[in-house]
């Protein structure tokens, strides 16, 4: 099974600040990597696929990169919506399996 | 509108089973392209997949939860339902089902969109 580490656990920035969250995979999982957003008390939403692929109706702020083992999202100028826990996910291979996500929170 | 909702206990004993049932709308469960998994979370901790099942019926498990767990579908009901046995505290979680995609060959990948979860305590 795939372990996926996230980093930081928590990342304190302020509104307008640039976010980068790090994913990595404990064996290569090709670009087969997607990223969710997490709200308190909801579930989560797909920001990204395909490691680089914007989900339908998600911001251009949000971008992601890397391939193998080393993955990135990115939020360029942060909003207040974007406060909110950050999950990565790999489904190259099955089970498939999530990182224990980034919490991403006002400075 | 593609929306999926789960329902079911909100308290089940130790050793009890249970059975949750998610119901889906907006698409079809015989579309080859998708699938719907089962995805929990334990109180402020990180998601783990649980199982998914494909329209021709082909059914994948959680490894350390496999004994544990069924997965069945009623495409005419749009109902995807899951059982799990012998159910205990450290089973307490929001349960999720989600579509799955599924591509040309049928491999599965991303889960997207979710429903809204249900919240399942386990205790005496």
């Known amino acids: 099974e795939i372990v996926m580490t996230q980093s930081p656990a928590t990342l304190s920035v302020s509104p307008g600040e640039r976010a980068t969250l790090s994913c990595r995979a404990s064996?290569?999982?090709?670009?087969?990597l997607a990223w969710y957003q997490q709200k308190p008390g909801q579930a989560p939403r797909l920001l990204i696929y395909?490691?680089?692929t914007r989900a339908t109706g998600i911001p251009a702020r949000f971008s992601g990169s890397g391939s193998g083992t080393e993955f990135t999202l990115t939020i360029s100028s942060l909003q207040s919506e974007d406060f909110a826990v950050y999950y990565c996910?790999?489904?190259?291979?099955?089970?498939?399996?999530f990182g224990q996500g980034t919490k991403v929170e006002i400075k | 509108q593609v929306t999926l909702k789960e329902s079911g206990p909100v308290l089940v004993k130790p050793t009890e089973t249970l059975t949750l049932t998610c119901t889906v709308s907006?698409?079809?469960?015989?579309?080859?392209?998708?699938?719907v998994s089962w995805i929990r979370q334990p109180p402020g901790k990180a998601l783990e997949w649980l199982a998914h099942i494909f329209s021709n019926d082909e059914k994948s498990y959680s490894t350390s939860l496999k004994s544990r767990l069924t997965i069945s579908k009623d495409t005419s009901k749009s109902q995807v339902v899951l059982t799990m046995t012998n159910m205990d505290p450290v089973d307490t979680a929001t349960y999720y089902c989600?579509?799955?995609?599924?591509?040309?060959?049928?491999?599965?990948?991303?889960?997207?969109?979710w429903g809204q979860g249900t919240l399942v305590t386990v205790s005496s």
């Open positions: 996910q790999q489904y190259n291979n099955w089970p498939s399996t």
């Open positions: 907006g698409f079809s469960l015989s579309n080859a392209r998708m699938g």
């Open positions: 064996q290569s999982v090709s670009s087969n």
């Open positions: 395909g490691a680089s």
């Open positions: 989600a579509r799955i995609h599924v591509t040309i060959f049928g491999v599965p990948n991303w889960f997207d969109p």
